[in-house]
């Protein structure tokens, strides 16, 4: 994964085909990031091979459940807010 920092001037306008190619750059760091970080993690790893324990399943899905259900929640109060 490329690690030098993007750089983008301020105030300095992108022709169509440098803001795709900088918007681009993004994404695929993003998702290199995500593969590294998420895909590459012992969770995903453990897992896919079938040695996480039941109770660490529940729980992960325990929590992923509620974070969704807070997260529209508070989707739906901040369109209400807007």
Do not use: Q
Not at 38 to 53: H, S, T
């Amino acid at each position: 994964m490329t690690t030098t920092p993007l750089v983008l001037e301020i105030g300095k306008r992108l022709s169509p085909s440098e803001a795709k190619a900088f918007t681009d750059e993004i994404k695929h760091r993003m998702y290199a990031r995500w593969n590294e970080r998420i895909f590459g993690g012992p969770f995903m790893r453990n897992l896919e091979a079938g040695k996480l324990p039941m109770e660490t399943i529940r729980l992960f899905l325990s929590l992923a459940t509620t974070r969704a259900a807070f997260c529209s929640g508070l989707g739906g109060c901040y369109e209400k807010c807007r």
